[in-house]
T-cell receptor, first 112, second 114 residues
């Protein structure tokens, strides 16, 4: 079956602009996660969605970052007023439970 | 196993050799561990997992060993192939969490020479 799909695969933006990153999880997976991968920080947890429960936003680095998940499926990560330190690969993952997260190929974000 | 630092450990082996990749973790409350493989331009790919009530688990060409006494995890790859070249990450989940909030190690670059 299809894996986790993320778009765009690459995004170049100017400092101060807003960006939206999209994630389509594996069909039937109830849990969805966003992680960030950067050279200086490795892989960092950002946010987690499970069904209709309130998301765990404990990993979001600032209030410029937000995410939503519509209809229990597709998720959008929004970064407002982007800064150069936001440049990283943003990875989405989904799972049926707490184990075996399946990752997408990520969105490479470059803020100029 | 902290996710910090710009300089990843590297391991270079010849095709056909066995590879051992090591990972240290710091949280004694972690009860589930996973190894991921990440190839260039792709997301991490699940390889094998192990629960804290086990000390060894085998998969196809891979074995994970867990030593809780010294908080050490290793991944053994038998008969390493060029296609195994990638960055390998260990990850842990702290016991009591109901979801997969992974804490990743810094990663190890494996290069397999034909």
């Amino acid at each position: 079956g299809a894996g986790v799909s993320q778009s765009p695969s690459n995004k170049v933006t100017e400092k101060g602009k807003d960006v939206e990153l999209r994630c389509d999880p594996i069909s039937g997976h109830t849990a969805l996660y966003w992680y960030r991968q950067s050279l200086g920080q490795g892989l960092e947890f950002l946010i987690y969605f499970q069904g209709n429960s309130a998301p765990d936003k404990s990993g979001l680095p600032s209030d410029r970052f937000s995410a939503e998940r519509t209809g229990g499926s597709v998720s959008t990560l929004t970064i407002q007023r982007t800064q150069q330190e936001d440049s990283a690969v943003y990875l989405c993952a989904s799972s049926l439970g707490k184990e075996k997260l399946f990752f997408g190929s990520g969105t490479q974000l470059s803020v100029l | 196993g902290e996710s910090v630092g710009l300089h990843l450990p590297t391991l270079s082996v010849q095709e056909g050799d066995n590879s051992i990749i090591n990972c240290a973790y710091s949280n004694s409350a972690s009860d589930y561990f996973i190894w991921y493989k990440q190839e260039s331009g792709k997301g991490p790919q699940f390889i094998i997992d192990i629960r804290s009530n086990m000390d060894k688990r085998q998969g196809q060409r891979v074995t994970v060993l867990l030593n809780k006494t010294v908080k050490h995890l290793s991944l053994q790859i038998a008969a390493t192939q060029p296609g195994d070249s990638a960055v390998y990450f260990c990850a842990e989940i702290v016991g009591g969490t109901s979801y997969g909030k992974l804490t990743f190690g810094q990663g190890t670059i494996l290069t397999v020479h034909p």
